[in-house]
């Protein structure tokens, strides 16, 4: 009975974390280019009281066994990196990415991280950052008195000046990872490199699987609102249920307490 106690509260854990997992996928519903998370489970191991394939007898063998299963666990949260919908905002430094490519940045440590967020900035400096202040990388620097900026499907990035002349100052550069999954969410919409994630592969858009850069979009989160209410409510129906069992099995071991 005590095995049944454990089992359930296995179940119980799991199913919290399911609900951390939706929890942080709803409130982030609205946040530029977000990907949602989903958790996998696997169960335990099992009690073999008799091994599949036993002999039950000199001529016969027991076809299934008996296992008996000790609960579940979560073995791992995966990260949905499919596309969002792109939102017009008509500004001209905000770049949505169709395909699997991410813009680097470089952060305060000098490190670079990775984001699909491309709500671009122009520091005091005239670099072209991210709406946290880091430069991307490759450094592109928007000359003074610049009166459009122009970019490109490819990721070229073009200004006029006062007098209507177009100048080309960069292209944007992207990163590709054999496993974006493996990457780890830092926070502010970035990224890091893993082992998980394997290197990052540049490139430029229009190549491969890197995909084509639209000006004046933002890319939406890729949360969908009435599918995460779904499974969450499933997870709690699942919690209540896995909450009912181990009151059943406290009740079974009351009944049994009071055999004279």
């Given at each position: 009975?005590?095995?049944?106690?454990?089992?359930?509260?296995?179940?119980?854990?799991?199913?919290?974390?399911?609900i951390?997992?939706?929890?942080?996928?709803?409130?982030?519903?609205?946040?530029?280019?977000?990907?949602?998370?989903?958790?996998?489970?696997?169960d335990?191991?099992?009690?073999?009281l008799?091994?599949?394939?036993?002999?039950?007898?000199?001529?016969?063998?027991?076809?299934t066994?008996?296992?008996?299963?000790?609960?579940?666990?979560?073995?791992?949260?995966?990260?949905?990196?499919?596309d969002?919908t792109?939102?017009?905002t008509?500004?001209?430094?905000?770049?949505?990415?169709?395909g699997?490519?991410?813009?680097?940045?470089?952060?305060?440590s000098?490190?670079?991280?990775?984001?699909?967020?491309?709500?671009?900035?122009?520091?005091?400096?005239?670099?072209?950052?991210?709406?946290?202040?880091?430069?991307?990388?490759?450094?592109?620097?928007?000359?003074?008195?610049?009166?459009?900026i122009?970019?490109?499907?490819?990721?070229?990035?073009?200004v006029?000046?006062?007098?209507?002349?177009?100048?080309?100052?960069?292209?944007?550069?992207?990163?590709?990872?054999?496993?974006?999954?493996?990457?780890?969410?830092?926070?502010?919409?970035?990224?890091?490199?893993?082992?998980?994630?394997g290197?990052?592969?540049?490139?430029?858009?229009?190549e491969?699987?890197?995909?084509?850069?639209?000006?004046?979009?933002?890319?939406?989160?890729?949360?969908?609102?009435?599918?995460e209410?779904?499974?969450?409510?499933?997870?709690?129906?699942?919690?209540?249920?896995n909450?009912?069992v181990?009151s059943?099995?406290?009740q079974?071991m009351?009944?049994?307490?009071?055999?004279?």
């Amino acid at each position: 009975m005590l095995n049944t106690l454990n089992t359930a509260a296995t179940g119980m854990t799991a199913q919290s974390r399911q609900i951390e997992t939706i929890s942080n996928n709803l409130a982030n519903a609205d946040t530029t280019s977000f990907k949602k998370s989903r958790t996998d489970f696997q169960d335990l191991l099992y009690h073999n009281l008799q091994a599949p394939g036993a002999a039950t007898s000199a001529t016969t063998q027991n076809p299934t066994g008996v296992q008996i299963g000790v609960g579940v666990r979560v073995a791992g949260n995966v990260r949905d990196h499919e596309d969002g919908t792109l939102r017009p905002t008509q500004r001209d430094l905000d770049i949505a990415i169709e395909g699997g490519g991410f813009l680097s940045v470089q952060k305060p440590s000098g490190e670079i991280g990775y984001t699909r967020d491309g709500s671009l900035r122009v520091g005091a400096e005239g670099r072209i950052e991210t709406a946290s202040g880091y430069p991307i990388v490759p450094e592109m620097q928007i000359p003074p008195n610049s009166r459009e900026i122009q970019i490109s499907f490819d990721g070229r990035v073009s200004v006029k000046d006062e007098a209507g002349q177009v100048q080309e100052i960069g292209q944007i550069q992207l990163s590709a990872f054999a496993n974006a999954s493996g990457l780890q969410a830092e926070g502010g919409n970035l990224y890091n490199v893993t082992p998980a994630s394997g290197a990052p592969v540049p490139g430029t858009p229009m190549e491969g699987g890197y995909g084509r850069v639209f000006q004046g979009y933002l890319e939406a989160s890729n949360v969908n609102p009435t599918v995460e209410m779904t499974d969450m409510i499933r997870a709690q129906r699942m919690y209540e249920l896995n909450s009912k069992v181990i009151s059943t099995a406290d009740q079974m071991m009351n009944a049994l307490n009071q055999v004279r």
